[in-house]
């Protein structure tokens, strides 16, 4: 699985700027990756079972598909838990 390029992101694009308004504590240091307090927090994978963030959750890294609109709402909902 690889880190979503430019096209996957793009699609993602919505959900980006979401996290981006809702969570300005969240640093953007390349498109996609998402840092807290120097630490890498939300970055996404694109394989071919679809687009997945990578979020971290008491300090290990949790999966979460962000495919649909359900999956994405679920992952914002986890990520507002996390900060």
């Known amino acids: 699985m690889r880190h979503a390029g430019g096209a996957a992101l793009d ?5 980006l700027q979401e996290v981006r ?7 953007e240091r390349k498109r996609g990756a ?3 307090g120097g630490r890498g927090w939300l970055h996404f994978h694109e394989d071919p079972a679809g687009l997945f963030a990578d979020l971290k959750t008491d300090g290990e890294w949790v999966r979460f598909p962000v ?3 359900a999956e994405r709402a679920l992952l ?8």
């Open 11 to 15: 699609r993602l694009d919505g959900l």
């Open 21 to 27: 308004c809702r969570h300005p504590q969240l640093k």
């Open 34 to 36: 998402f840092y807290r």
């Open 67 to 69: 495919n649909a609109a």
């Open 76 to 83: 914002l909902r986890r990520l507002k838990q996390t900060l």
